[in-house]
């Protein structure tokens, strides 16, 4: 089994205009091309693009969606709380709302299966109706990871 998982975040500013988004958006790619080259990633959504900006059925018009798969658990740790993409996570507050839901939420695939969106938003909602379970989970349900504890997230 792999590890899929989807994260929404919420711009509360304009990412087209206000100056302080630049900070992020300068890194998406560099943050993206590091994702595919790092052990253990096998496949994310993208648009034409190589994002996945023009995929927001969830969220609404001002959402980042990530919809990623990874052989396990440690893998996709290592790259989200041991790589550049940690010191991008932390300065999320800068640009991201703080959402009431969920925003995150990890569930295991069969090898060589690539979720959909409408899958993902199933298993968020999921999450936020019954908490963690093995159709949904955050961190965690997960004891053999801990580089989460640190962070105070999902």
Known sequence: MHLAELNIS????????????RAFTD?????????ERTDGFIWR????????YGHTPIGGPLALVTLSVWEDA??????????????IYQQKSKWFEIMDS??????????????????????LDHLDEHG??????????????????QQRCA
Do not use: C, Y
Not at 132 to 149: E, N, R
């Open 10 to 21: 919420k711009w509360k500013i304009d990412p087209a205009t206000d100056p302080v988004a």
């Open 102 to 123: 969920h925003h995150f939420a990890m569930w295991w695939v069969e090898e060589g299966r690539r979720p959909t969106l409408e899958e993902a938003k199933q298993r």
């Open 132 to 149: 963690d379970s093995d159709f949904a989970f955050g961190w965690s349900h997960l004891p053999h990871v801990k580089l989460w504890q």
């Open 27 to 35: 890194n998406i790619e560099r943050i993206n091309a590091l994702a």
């Open 45 to 52: 959504l993208k648009d034409e693009n190589r994002d996945a």
């Open 74 to 87: 440690h893998k996709l740790e290592h790259f989200v709380w041991n790589t550049v993409h940690k010191r």
